[in-house]
């Protein structure tokens, strides 16, 4: 069973920063894309950003120049730096890791942008 546990959220005020991080336990093997999303009250679920197996990037173009994504395939781990933080960035954020053939999502955790 894979599952996956987001922790580094919380409150900052804007021009803050974050770093989410995603530790997922349980077999994955092959190709996978590692990656966030946001969900604001209201909204659909969004991707924030994914980086592939082979370290190809991609980013959502509101948050293009703000935001970094790693993985670590040692520790199984992916990380979202969120830099310069609006208060539009207010959303839970979800991590997910999917192939071709299954996802699996996090529960979410909460990102309040505020002053």
């Known amino acids: 069973q894979v599952q996956l546990v987001e922790s580094g959220g919380g409150s900052v005020q804007p021009g803050g920063s974050l770093r989410l991080t995603c530790e997922i336990s349980?077999?994955?093997?092959?190709?996978?894309?590692m990656g966030w999303y946001r969900q604001a009250p209201g909204k659909q679920r969004d991707v924030v950003a994914a980086?592939?197996?082979?370290?190809?990037?991609v980013r959502a173009n509101p948050v293009t120049d703000r935001v970094s994504i790693s993985r670590d395939e040692a520790t199984n781990t992916v990380s979202l730096q969120l830099n310069e933080l609006k208060t539009d960035d207010t959303a839970v954020y979800y991590c997910?890791?999917?192939?071709?053939?299954?996802?699996?999502w996090g529960q979410g955790i909460q990102v309040t942008v505020s002053s």
């Open positions: 997910n890791v999917r192939s071709s053939q299954w996802t699996y």
């Open positions: 349980g077999s994955i093997d092959g190709f996978t894309f």
């Open positions: 980086i592939s197996s082979y370290g190809v990037i």
